[in-house]
């Protein structure tokens, strides 16, 4: 097989790939949502619908993670490089912002109780920003 045979091959499963993850995202996205505005807006606060949908997205959320893994380990190294960087900036800034955030809480620092998603939009932006720049520096 010749070299723009192969890049096409790899471009080709890359693309498979990436879309297989954003489907299996949006599904967990969209199981997460019915999770938590189900017992509120649907099924009024029945505990067996509720676990349900919570068990739905944990399954949905498993495939997800499937997904993520089968994407990463079809990038380049380059690219693989970029992708671990950009995870442990974000787990190294979840980790240390996010018990911070809690202790702030704890010690009633601040008037609002910590909530997860605010650490989810701390950790979903430092990753953004650390794959922008680590794909800006590969490029």
Do not use: C
């Not at 091959?9 to 949502?33: D, E, F, S, Y």
């Not at 380049?76 to 955030?101: H, K, N, P, W």
């Not at 010690?107 to 605010?118: F, Y």
Request: aromatic residues 8%; positive net charge; charged residues 10%.
């Amino acid at each position: 097989m010749n070299s723009s045979a192969r890049s096409s091959n790899w471009q080709t499963r890359n693309k498979k790939n990436t879309r297989n993850l954003a489907i299996w995202t949006l599904a967990w996205v969209l199981t997460m949502a019915l999770a938590t505005l189900g017992p509120q807006l649907i099924w009024q606060d029945d505990t067996l619908y509720s676990v349900l949908a919570i068990l739905l997205n944990i399954l949905i959320g498993i495939g997800m993670i499937y997904a993520n893994a089968r994407h990463l380990t079809g990038l380049d190294e380059m690219q693989q490089r970029v992708q671990l960087q950009s995870m442990g900036i974000t787990l190294g800034v979840g980790m240390v912002l996010g018990f911070a955030y809690s202790n702030l809480d704890i010690a009633n620092v601040i008037a609002t109780d910590a909530e997860i998603s605010h650490l989810m939009m701390l950790m979903a932006i430092t990753y953004m920003i650390s794959l922008f720049i680590g794909l800006k520096r590969l490029s």
